[in-house]
């Protein structure tokens, strides 16, 4: 299995005494895309968060390119510019504009020089056409654009893989949407990504492999098809009835 | 002859007025350069009590050393009149250690430290208060703790606390007043000495407190303005459409670490 870009063993993670993730097993090649879905409280933004060690995790391996990112002296920092990452609630750097929020990553991690930084920032802008909005700051945006910028930011490091925690859970119905498309865009162009997400029909678009947690273990992970027609697991089958149940009841 | 109230503030204004100008100008300097500095000391610290605990036990060792040196610093400067700490700072350090400095040196460098140990706390809050996604966001562009600290937290940290901070300010033009006791030659010390002349406590005084009502409530409105205009516009310019954008190159084949 070397051709997998992130490969994570037996990765466990408590706060206290609360086990949230009590052994993950899981990889994924370069350019795949995957869904992860499951019920509140099953750990699947902990997991997410635990990639990229956002949280550190107790115990287990985390394989990027065949090297374990948690033993003593790996270069966490580098690490993290390489997995990029898209959240909930935006997280845009709310004392910058649009574009500096993207170029400030670029200058003073990867240290581009500014210009070079600025043409990168203003194509990935103009592929989540925000590249009208790069003088406004954050807070004169909405939430759909917040979350383009926010995109656009991750893209601009060159990541080789793109972790989104449920990025259109805090939007409104209508601007789901065009976030949706964005990344819809992003699957096809062949970007690696690894997506916590609500949206079972999106899921099924643009994912090589669904995963669906609960209680802090991977209970089934497979095909879209496999997953959300036929699920094999007890607790997949009932979470996705109650899925169906709720979205038409 | 006696006179009238408003003859007296006339005379005084009239033969001391140059007197008061200069004690004016050794007030607001302390009070500016106290707040300056004991701002930056305050930035300084409150970060470093703000360090990430550390996967090695030496390096966690000596963070809590300097959060208990910090602490203790804040304590012992919050906890003392400013007044003692002058009287403490300035014949301490010439009898036991034979440094003398100017008063005014000293009443800076007292001003400074106290201001200091106020900060310290009002940055620790003001850095508490910025939303922790903001620090996760930078982390997950590969940001250092420090690149974050600089470029993130603290712009955003120093514009919540810059009410704080002008709020020191203020205190400092008022409490300067205690540095009489060392012979720094600041406003208070300044109207003493003329009172001890013409001996006319009152007028004397009348005239100090509305030269330092005058002077807080000119930093008040200063102070207002600019946060005014750190908060910004609330508009924007779009770019133009036809603004030319660049493709020359593929993106990032150079910026390896």
Known sequence: ?249 | MERTFFEWVGYILGHYGSWFLEGTAITLLISLLGTIIGFLIGLGLGSAKKLPRSSSKIKNFFLMILNGLITCYVEIFRGTPMMVQAIVIYFGMQEFMGISFSPTIAGIIIVSINTGAYMVEVVRGGIESVDPGQMEAAKSIGMSHGQAMIYVILPQTIKNILPATGNEFIINIKDTSVLNVISVTELFFVTKSIKGAIFRTYETFIVAALIYFVLTLTVTRLLKMLEKRMDGSKEFVHASSTMPILFLKKPGEKNGK
Request: aromatic fraction near 8%; charged fraction near 25%.
């Open chain 1, 1 to 249: 299995m070397e051709n997998n870009l992130i490969e994570i063993k037996n990765l466990k993670k408590s706060f206290g005494k609360i086990n949230v993730l009590k052994g993950i097993d899981f990889s994924i090649k370069k350019g795949d895309v995957s869904c992860i879905i499951g019920p509140s409280g099953s750990g699947k933004s902990t997991f997410l968060r635990c990639i990229n060690l956002l949280d550190y995790p107790t115990s287990g391996e985390i394989l990027y390119k065949g090297e374990n990112v948690l033993k003593n002296n790996y270069n966490v920092d580098f690490y993290r510019s390489k997995v990029g990452m898209v959240f909930q609630q935006f997280n845009l750097f709310n004392n910058m504009n649009v574009l500096d929020n993207c170029t400030i990553g670029q200058v003073k991690v990867l240290k581009k020089d500014y210009n070079s930084a600025k043409e990168n920032a203003l194509k990935f802008l103009e592929k989540v056409q925000m590249s009208k909005f790069i003088e406004a700051k954050p807070s004169q945006l909405s939430g759909g654009q917040k979350q383009r910028v926010a995109i656009a930011r991750a893209l601009s490091m060159d990541s080789e893989i793109l972790l989104f925690d449920e990025p259109t859970s805090a939007l409104d119905p209508e601007t789901v949407g065009e976030v949706l498309k964005v990344m819809k865009d992003l699957a096809q162009s062949g970007l690696t990504m690894i997506i916590v997400t609500h949206e079972m029909a999106f899921a099924r678009e643009v994912s090589n492999k669904i995963v669906f947690m609960d209680d802090g273990i991977i209970c089934e992970q497979g095909k879209p098809e496999e997953i959300l027609v036929n699920p094999k697991n007890e607790r997949t089958k009932n979470f996705l009835f109650r899925f169906i149940v709720g979205e038409s009841g």
